[in-house]
Structures are given as structure tokens and as C-alpha cells.
């Protein structure tokens, strides 16, 4: 089964692009689309965006200006890119799975929610 | 972008009683694309269902979803002390967004 797994520093200055990784185990990276949420420290859950169909991207509004989400199919890896980081950056970041199925005769796609999470990585944005 | 309203903030309830959980979305829900996940403390999410009604795989019967348009429902029928936690609805129609979370305590 697939899992997923974050990676990155954990610290970083202000001003500064955040980077982190999501590594995939147990299955095709090009099987599935990926999404970054994020979680400040005792607050909800935020998207970040999705990386889907290989190619396309799908960013929050609020962040669209500073996300980069790409993937390393060599390396089975999703990576985020989070430029000018201020302390409102500081937050768990979580890397996600989902999927979906073609409808061919509609010529369409139907979409699931998130249904692998890795366990988050703990980023600070600190001087 | 599509804002989700949960209430309530907070919900205490005792072990074995129903826990009815609210979504409210400032715009219909495209293909009611609308999800229920539950976290724990120091956890990811979880999904526990999609497509506003259907269960995630592994989920038991005791949680259900309903609803259309703008407004969810999440319920629990018999809570287990397991249920305990916070949950979150979100819609992934095309700009994604969670709702601000519903927390379930022991009473």
C-alpha cells in the first residue's frame, strides 16, 4: 500500500523559501495526484494545492504567489516550494494522496478527497 | 472560493449518545464533492467520507454522511471513546478549503 513520507528542514529564516519533500513507497507516483495542507500550530487545516493528472496544479489563492508543487517521477517524490516564508508559515505540512476514475463514456473525471496522508513534517520560520 | 462554516465549535457528549456535526458551504458543493475527516492529537487526518454520503474504506457504519447543495451533515450514531477527536469538512471542487474543524469531548 502506498505510503507517503515528508522531509525537509526544519527550520527557516524568514524571507527564505521553505523546500520539502514527499517521498512515495508501495506504488506509481504517476498513478495518483498529490496535494500539500498545511496546519499551524493549534489551528485547522489549510490547502496549499495539488499537483494532478502529472501536470496540472491547483494553487490557494492566499498562497499562489509563493507555491512551487512539481514531482520527480525518477524519484517517486512530490516536492513544495514555499517562497518569502514569514512566522504565519510556521505550521505542520502534510503531503497527501488522491485519486480518480474516468468516466470514458462522459469523458470526464470523478474525484476522491485525500485518503493517504503522511505523518506531517514540523516546519518553523524563526530567525 | 467555497467558505465551509462548521458548528458546533465544540461538542460534549457522553460515550454511547449521537453526535450530529454541521457543514455549511458559502456556495453549492460542485458534484457534491464534500469530505469528513477526523484527527487525533499528534495525527493526520483521516478520511471518513467523500462524496458527502459514502464511507471511506475501513469506516465503521456508526459514522454517516448526508447532505447537498450547502449543507452537511456528519453523524455519529454511538459514540465510541475512540471517537473522541477533532473533524474537519472540506470541498475539493476546484479551489480547495476546510472547514474550521468541530471538536468532540468527553462530557
Known amino acids: 500500500q502506498v505510503q507517503l513520507q515528508e522531509s525537509g528542514p526544519g527550520l527557516v529564516k524568514p524571507s527564505e523559501t521553505l523546500s520539502l519533500t514527499c517521498s512515495v513507497s508501495g506504488g506509481s507516483i504517476s498513478s495518483f495526484h498529490w496535494s500539500w495542507i498545511r496546519q499551524p500550530p493549534g489551528k485547522g487545516l489549510e490547502w496549499i494545492g495539488n499537483?494532478?493528472?502529472?501536470?496540472?496544479?491547483n494553487y490557494s489563492p492566499s498562497l499562489k504567489s509563493r507555491v512551487t508543487i512539481s514531482i520527480d517521477r525518477s524519484m517517486n517524490q512530490v516536492s513544495l516550494k514555499l517562497s518569502s516564508v514569514t512566522t504565519a508559515d510556521t505550521a505542520v505540512y502534510y503531503c497527501?494522496?488522491?485519486?480518480?476514475?474516468?468516466?470514458?463514456?462522459?469523458?470526464?473525471?470523478?474525484?476522491?478527497?485525500?485518503?493517504?496522508w503522511g505523518q506531517g513534517t514540523t516546519v518553523t520560520v524563526s530567525s | 472560493e467555497v467558505d465551509l462554516t462548521q458548528s458546533p465549535g465544540t461538542l460534549s457528549l457522553s460515550p454511547g449518545e449521537r453526535a450530529t456535526l454541521s457543514c455549511r458551504a458559502s456556495q453549492s458543493v460542485s458534484s457534491n464533492y464534500l469530505a469528513w475527516y477526523q484527527q487525533k492529537p499528534g495525527q493526520a487526518p483521516r478520511l471518513l467520507i467523500y462524496g458527502a454520503s459514502s464511507r471511506a474504506t475501513g469506516i465503521p457504519d456508526r459514522f454517516s454522511g448526508s447532505g447537498s447543495g450547502t449543507d452537511f451533515t456528519l453523524t455519529i450514531t454511538r459514540l465510541e471513546p475512540e471517537d473522541f477527536a477533532v473533524y474537519y469538512c472540506q470541498q475539493y471542487g476546484n479551489f480547495w478549503t476546510f472547514g474550521q474543524g468541530t471538536k468532540v469531548e468527553i462530557k
Open positions: 499537483i494532478y493528472h502529472n501536470v496540472n496544479v
Open positions: 497527501a494522496r488522491y485519486r480518480s476514475d474516468l468516466y470514458a463514456s462522459l469523458g470526464n473525471y470523478y474525484y476522491y478527497p485525500l485518503d493517504v
